[in-house]
Each structure stands twice: as structure tokens, then as C-alpha cells.
């Protein structure tokens, strides 16, 4: 009997941050949830518009995802914009400070999703995007689907 393919959802995607940003390099991190955060996550209700991460005290934070509340919650039901830890090793997070610090790039959350059971943050170490430099992007997208038809 052969196994199944596995598969992870994903929960999640940040769309415009490669629209909006240059993506430099990806880390993978795990997150702190509390019950109803999971719950929630797990129904799809969760939104990285505009969210980022920042290094305070030697630890990693995701600001601004917006994970909405757990509809059969009760009075201990999670924040819907609080700031969530990101699990990744201490020599990560002393690199990732010092590259946001120094070179002028920022943390961004690319998508949410499960992975063998646990929910995990895909952050992209990003450097903002000009406009000359969106327009060049879509020109060179327009240019690549053209030369898809026509083949």
C-alpha cells in the first residue's frame, strides 16, 4: 500500500510583500499560540496585511498579524493584534538583528502554514521596493506571460 502524498495548508499569504518588497532571504520560524489563536489559524481567520517582525530583548516578534478571535471562544479569548513570539535559534536572531539594524532591511512575514502538525512563519528578509522598481517588475512579469502565449 503506498504511503499518500503529504500535504500542508497553507493559512495564509502575504501577497503584496513581493510586490512591495525584494525578498533577500526566507527563514522559517515556529510561533507561540495560545488555543484559540490555533483554532482560528486553523479556520483560515488570520491576515499578515501589514504585519513585520522586529528583534526586542534578543527575541524574535511578529508585530501587526491580525488573527481573529475565536468565534466559540469564551472570556479567555487571545487579542486579535497582539505581538506573537517567533521560535528560531539565538544566532539567528543576533544575525537577523544585525542586518535589519545595519544594512536597512526589514522582516516580513511571507505566508503562515502547517507543517508536520505545527503552524510555522515563513519571514522574508526584505528590502523595499521603489517605484521604478515595482513598474520594472511588472513590465518583466507582462514580458514573460507574452512570450508564454505566443509559444
Not at 51 to 65: H, R
Not at 80 to 99: D, F, N
Not at 119 to 147: F, N, P, T, Y
Amino acid at each position: 500500500m503506498a504511503d499518500k502524498p503529504r500535504f500542508d495548508p497553507v493559512f495564509a499569504e502575504n501577497r503584496k510583500a513581493r510586490h512591495d518588497y525584494t525578498v533577500l532571504d526566507t527563514i522559517e520560524c515556529g510561533v507561540v499560540l495560545t488555543g484559540t489563536e490555533v483554532k482560528s489559524v486553523r479556520g483560515g481567520a488570520v491576515s499578515l496585511a501589514g504585519a513585520y517582525g522586529a528583534v526586542l530583548k534578543g527575541e524574535l516578534w511578529l508585530v501587526g498579524a491580525d488573527i481573529a478571535a475565536y468565534k466559540w471562544g469564551n472570556r479567555f479569548n487571545h487579542e486579535p493584534k497582539s505581538m506573537r513570539k517567533l521560535l528560531v535559534h539565538a544566532k539567528e536572531v543576533e544575525e537577523l538583528r544585525l542586518k535589519t539594524e545595519s544594512k536597512g532591511l526589514t522582516l516580513i512575514p511571507l505566508k503562515m502554514y502547517l507543517k508536520k502538525g505545527r503552524i510555522k512563519v515563513a519571514m522574508g528578509l526584505c528590502r523595499g521596493k521603489q517605484l521604478h522598481d515595482k513598474r520594472e517588475s511588472l513590465k518583466k512579469k507582462a514580458l514573460a506571460r507574452d512570450l508564454e502565449r505566443g509559444a
